[in-house]
DNA sequence: AGTCGTAACTCGTAAGGACAAGTGACGTCT
DNA sequence: AGACGTCACTTGTCCTTACGAGTTACGACT
């Protein structure tokens, strides 16, 4: 057993007794922790102060915990979905399309109107509150369960070059890369990946466990001149999958947002 | 002002009243919340619900607390760095090396021995308890503060073919790539991205605010034979940086990792 | 004028008690 | 045998009380 240590609150040396007791393999993945009652003896403090400890370790994701069962440490797996984005052209020079082959529509995809944030304009080099076009769906990988929401906004302006866009909001973006690369534009993408942690209807749909942050993939299509046409979001719950590029060459620099 | 609303526990109802004033714009960013007195008097609760209600937003990332001054609804801002990582050669068919430029190093490196786990492994393609060289470094980007946490592991029996790389196990990313080109290979890259949340340790170091998520950047440098050479780490907190790949023909698999 | 202490605010920690609600096993009744 | 109710266990919620500790402003003292 893991004393408890001198320096910090109370509630933290608890934390980190239980911590190390998981990391040291005194509880091993998947098993059950001590009930808080048998905490409260172990370390002679106030259910409260189990509580604040179980917290802590639950914010971390290390433990998981059920009403009316108990604790368990949560195993340290690795997401089970990896989401391979490849540089290279396929044999025939055609791209294939994102989310074609594996996701499934869970429910019908959402159409509305909406009009540009700063972080949406900011994507498609457009200001505040210019009209777009929305489409939300549902995604679901049929064999692992995951879940993730996938949205593509369009610009009016956009549309306009592009009337077959207009008519049908609520196409794949298979569909919709079809009809752009037939208006003549030649496409490339640019995909920014950020994460945060969900707020709770992100978690209610995703179905994500406590403690889980939301890999947040943002995918611009470039056109002619280098226009952002479309954006797309796409996010998933971090335990279940990871995102791999594979690149040829590198070049990387760093660019500072301005403030 | 909000009123609180019947379903589900009194905290969930009250986070849920200052949530909606926080999103509806009557409580703006950067702005001060009502303390947990006033929260008391205002829905008629007493201070452990209010604390409650009050760490469930702060888990969401929504507000900041400080100790003695209150709390703060957390400005939706992003994040101040982008780290291109760009697909396309130089023009003179060199490539540049990541991490050059843009960060110093906080710290001098560690430099160390250890073996692979199941997550290196799995990158390296080696089995788990192989040997390993691994170099850990603080990065600091001078102008905004972010803190980034870089980490080299090669395996003993790459170090065999490049006899120099055994050396100095400490060099920089771009002296090992030099080395590596030096020795006849062509090397490309695959990088995976995940995201979860820290530890105690990565969160002090990386110096992370609440509910921030790092962003982890696996990179794997591969050589002859698409032999993978060495595996780099790094990890950034998700608040701080994003990044930023661009990518001109687009083909995309999902595979799923055997359980 | 400048320094310092104090008071009044803030959130942080800790303890106590009480009851609700989910879970699973065991025994009883049909 | 099967269904069902009860009980003992778990965590969840909520309250009260008390004090520690960081922050700020104001006023008194030097």
Redesign the pocket.
């Given at each position: 057993m893991t004393e408890i240590q001198r320096p910090?609150?109370?509630?933290?040396?608890?934390a980190a007794a239980i911590r190390g007791a998981i990391l040291s393999g005194e509880f091993t993945p998947d098993s059950l922790?001590?009930?808080?009652?048998?905490?409260?003896a172990r370390y002679?403090?106030?259910?409260?102060?189990?509580?604040?400890a179980?917290a802590a370790l639950r914010a971390e994701g290390l433990i998981d915990?059920?009403?009316?069962?108990?604790?368990f440490v949560r195993s340290g797996s690795q997401p089970a979905l990896t989401i391979e984005r490849r540089i290279s052209r396929t044999s025939d020079g055609q791209f294939v399309m994102p989310n074609g082959d594996v996701w499934t529509e869970a429910e019908q995809p959402s159409t509305y109107r909406t009009r540009t944030t700063k972080t949406t304009g900011h994507f498609l080099a457009l200001n505040e509150e210019e009209a777009l076009f929305g489409c939300d769906r549902l995604l679901t990988d049929p064999e692992t369960g995951t879940r993730a929401m996938h949205r593509t906004l369009i610009p009016f302006e956009v549309t306009e070059g592009a009337p077959a866009l207009a008519e049908e909001p609520g196409k794949t973006p298979a569909e919709v890369y079809r009809t752009l690369t037939q208006a003549g534009h030649k496409l490339w993408w640019s995909e920014t990946v950020r994460a945060h942690m969900p707020m709770p209807d992100e978690r209610t749909t995703l179905q994500l466990p406590d403690a889980t942050p939301i890999l947040h993939l943002s995918r611009v299509t470039h056109g002619a001149n280098d226009r952002p046409l479309i954006l797309e979001e796409f996010r998933v719950g971090a335990d279940r999958a990871e995102l791999a590029y594979r690149i040829t060459a590198d070049k990387q620099t760093t660019r500072r947002r301005p403030a």
């Amino acid at each position: 057993m893991t004393e408890i240590q001198r320096p910090g609150a109370l509630y933290q040396q608890v934390a980190a007794a239980i911590r190390g007791a998981i990391l040291s393999g005194e509880f091993t993945p998947d098993s059950l922790l001590p009930s808080e009652a048998q905490l409260m003896a172990r370390y002679q403090v106030s259910r409260p102060t189990v509580r604040n400890a179980v917290a802590a370790l639950r914010a971390e994701g290390l433990i998981d915990v059920r009403h009316g069962k108990g604790s368990f440490v949560r195993s340290g797996s690795q997401p089970a979905l990896t989401i391979e984005r490849r540089i290279s052209r396929t044999s025939d020079g055609q791209f294939v399309m994102p989310n074609g082959d594996v996701w499934t529509e869970a429910e019908q995809p959402s159409t509305y109107r909406t009009r540009t944030t700063k972080t949406t304009g900011h994507f498609l080099a457009l200001n505040e509150e210019e009209a777009l076009f929305g489409c939300d769906r549902l995604l679901t990988d049929p064999e692992t369960g995951t879940r993730a929401m996938h949205r593509t906004l369009i610009p009016f302006e956009v549309t306009e070059g592009a009337p077959a866009l207009a008519e049908e909001p609520g196409k794949t973006p298979a569909e919709v890369y079809r009809t752009l690369t037939q208006a003549g534009h030649k496409l490339w993408w640019s995909e920014t990946v950020r994460a945060h942690m969900p707020m709770p209807d992100e978690r209610t749909t995703l179905q994500l466990p406590d403690a889980t942050p939301i890999l947040h993939l943002s995918r611009v299509t470039h056109g002619a001149n280098d226009r952002p046409l479309i954006l797309e979001e796409f996010r998933v719950g971090a335990d279940r999958a990871e995102l791999a590029y594979r690149i040829t060459a590198d070049k990387q620099t760093t660019r500072r947002r301005p403030a």
